[in-house]
Nanobody
Framework: QVQLVESGGGLVQPGGSLRLSCAAS????????MGWYRQAPGKQRKLVAL???????EYTDSVKGRFTISRDNAKNTVYLQMDSLKAEDTAVYYCYLRNFGDNWGQGTQVTVSS
C-alpha cells in the first residue's frame, strides 16, 4: 500500500510563487512516474506535470515556463515549483504516483487571489 502526503499549498497573490511537496511511503517499485494533477471547482481533474524516475518531464501547455517539477528518488518525494501564478491556477492539487496502479494524495488547496 502506498501513501502520498502533500504539503505547501496556500493563498498567494497573482504573480507570486508556491512550492508543493509530496512524500511517498509504502511499497514503491522502480521505475515509476510521479506528478501533479489539479481540479478546479466544477471541473475535471487534469494533468499539470509528470516526472519519471529518469527525470523525463511532461507539462500541460498552460504551465510551461512557469512551473517546474522535480523529484528526489532517495526520498521518494516530488516537488512542484510554481512561479508567476495566475488566478486560473486556483485549484486543489493532487499528488500522483504511477506504481503498478494509480495512487493519489489527499489534495492541497492552492488559491491565487489579490
Amino acid at each position: 500500500q502506498v501513501q502520498l502526503v502533500e504539503s505547501g499549498g496556500g493563498l498567494v497573490q497573482p504573480g507570486g510563487s508556491l512550492r508543493l511537496s509530496c512524500a511517498a511511503s509504502g511499497v514503491i517499485f522502480m521505475p515509476n512516474t510521479m506528478g501533479w494533477y489539479r481540479q478546479a471547482p466544477g471541473k475535471q481533474r487534469k494533468l499539470v506535470a509528470l516526472v519519471s524516475d529518469d527525470d523525463t518531464t511532461e507539462y500541460t501547455d498552460s504551465v510551461k515556463g512557469r512551473f517546474t517539477i522535480s523529484r528526489d528518488n532517495a526520498k521518494n518525494t516530488v516537488y512542484l515549483q510554481m512561479d508567476s501564478l495566475k488566478a486560473e491556477d486556483t485549484a486543489v492539487y493532487y499528488c500522483y504516483l504511477r506504481n503498478f496502479g494509480d495512487n493519489w494524495g489527499q489534495g492541497t488547496q492552492v488559491t491565487v487571489s489579490s
